[in-house]
């Protein structure tokens, strides 16, 4: 890993949506630990990497097949939205340092995205329930693209959204998948993992976060300009 620049360096910032912006990864670890003891299986660590940042449909179907499970892809969605909806109200919030840095990207004008393996009508209600939505210029989703993470379409069509070369655009990701895509990308790519993802392999990003509250994310960033 190389270490951060001093100064402005990317005219715009792509952020992952689960575990990155919001806790949702730490409650679908509750999800898929339950889904499982009802079938009388375990939601081992090396099962959680392998499904970490993969498209829903992609995720489950690796549950099926490390577990040998007869329920369907559909079958395992239908449960997983119900048990995950009981844990929204009370479980969900803003990661540490994602308000304080999407705040600072607003007063600095500099565009800003999602870009999420996540559907379309979760993400628009995880980032509404936190009051994010409206502070992004877009969400790309897994509707917005053919082949999921760690392939880097979704960073590629960001930058093109963004208008800007994937080498001006800095990706913020929790998971190995997602970096792996950002790097493909050609994107700055810093790795901000939570307590799960801290053992997984970041190589290629520009350095590894404690948080989105990093001060080296904000030496990345052109400064803020004061009236």
């Known amino acids: 890993m190389t270490s951060p620049v001093s100064g402005p360096t990317v005219d715009a910032v792509a952020f992952d949506l689960d575990g990155l912006l919001v806790n949702t990864e730490d409650l679908y670890q509750h999800v898929g630990s339950e889904m499982l003891r009802?079938?009388?299986?375990?939601?081992?660590?090396?099962?959680?990497?392998?499904?970490?940042?993969?498209?829903?449909?992609?995720a489950l179907g690796v549950?099926?097949?490390?577990?040998?499970?007869?329920?369907?892809?559909?079958?395992?969605?239908?449960?997983?939205?119900?048990?995950?909806?009981?844990?929204?109200?009370?479980?969900?919030?803003?990661?540490?340092?994602?308000?304080?840095?999407?705040?600072?990207?607003?007063?600095?004008?500099?565009?800003?995205?999602?870009?999420?393996?996540?559907?379309?009508?979760?993400?628009?209600?995880v980032l509404g329930r936190v009051g994010l939505l409206e502070r992004f210029d877009f969400v790309l989703t897994s509707a917005d693209v053919t082949h999921g993470k760690p392939h880097p379409e979704i960073y590629e069509t960001a930058a093109a959204r963004f208008g800007v070369q994937p080498g001006r655009m800095l990706v913020l990701e929790d998971s190995a998948a997602g970096c792996r895509a950002a790097v493909a990308a050609g994107a700055v790519t810093v790795a901000v993992p939570g307590g799960h993802s801290r053992r997984h392999d970041f190589s290629g990003v520009r350095f590894v976060a404690e948080s989105l509250g990093d001060p080296r994310i904000g030496e990345l960033l052109p400064p803020v300009q004061t009236p």
């Open 38 to 58: 009802r079938r009388g299986r375990t939601f081992d660590l090396d099962l959680l990497d392998a499904m970490m940042g993969r498209p829903q449909r992609v």
């Open 63 to 125: 549950m099926i097949e490390w577990h040998g499970l007869e329920d369907t892809i559909d079958d395992l969605a239908v449960e997983t939205r119900q048990i995950f909806e009981s844990l929204l109200d009370e479980g969900l919030r803003p990661m540490p340092g994602a308000v304080a840095l999407v705040s600072r990207l607003v007063a600095g004008g500099l565009p800003r995205g999602v870009a999420t393996s996540s559907g379309p009508d979760f993400a628009h209600d």
